[in-house]
């Protein structure tokens, strides 16, 4: 019986600490950490609820992934973003994430299009009231579910962390009309999809990428 607890215990701190990973990459993807705002430990692991240390394995684990970086002491924050980076992550987003959507259109279905409605929805919301924050969560629930649908996890993987990366500085889009007119590229990848057309997705994926590349490039 001894045997058995050593073996749980430490199973037990591990789902501690990639509970708290998965929690803080769900704040960058969905828009909760901004370019320019910092953060502390001490915040972050009480609003958790958590101690100190596996947020700080956390922020370890996103600062060597390149979306987080010390700020100074123990403030961290958003990477400036350089326009070589945004070189990088631009032309290795449209490579994985067109194969994603390449293979999503050949598994897509009616379910699967009812249920991509949704966050488009709320995409037209964000456009309506401005509302940045609204926009990135939408942004990244829509994309997703589409990137999901392909049914590649390992594909996924590869894709959450080129987004750790870039979606922080989609707030920066909030005063250019790009949410206006990355919603026309969304509504084109929601219908080429219904019609099966991958190669109608991928031009609206491509689109949709540059679209928001051409505006931080002014950016920064």
């Not at 070589?84 to 631009?90: A, F, N, V």
């Not at 929805?121 to 579910?145: C, V």
């Not at 993987?157 to 707030?171: A, D, N, R, T, V």
């Not at 509504?187 to 080429?192: G, N, P, R």
Request: hydrophobic letters at 45%; one cysteine or more.
């Amino acid at each position: 019986m001894s045997a058995i607890r050593d073996r749980v215990l430490p199973l037990r701190k591990e789902t501690l600490q990639d509970g708290v990973f998965r929690r803080l990459c769900e704040l960058i993807l969905e828009g909760g950490i901004a370019p320019a705002q910092s953060i502390t430990v001490a915040s972050l692991a009480n609003a958790f609820e958590v101690s100190p240390m596996p947020v700080r394995e956390a922020l370890t684990r996103l600062t060597e992934a390149g979306a987080l970086t010390v700020i100074s002491g123990r403030t961290i924050g958003i990477p400036q973003l350089t326009r070589e980076r945004l070189d990088d992550l631009r032309n290795v987003r449209l490579e994985v994430e067109s194969a994603a959507v390449r293979w999503a259109t050949a598994r897509s279905s009616k379910a699967f299009l009812t249920d991509l409605a949704q966050p488009l929805d709320r995409l037209r919301q964000a456009e309506r009231t401005n509302d940045p924050e609204l926009y990135i969560a939408a942004n990244y629930d829509f994309h997703f579910r589409i990137y999901r649908q392909a049914g590649s996890p390992i594909l996924l993987g590869m894709i959450e962390k080129l987004w750790l990366q870039i979606s922080p500085y989609f707030h920066l889009l909030r005063e250019t009309g790009n949410f206006r007119i990355s919603n026309t590229w969304h509504q084109a990848l929601h219908d080429a999809l219904g019609r099966g057309d991958a190669d109608a997705a991928t031009a609206a994926l491509v689109a949709d990428i540059d679209g928001a590349y051409a505006v931080l490039c002014d950016a920064i």
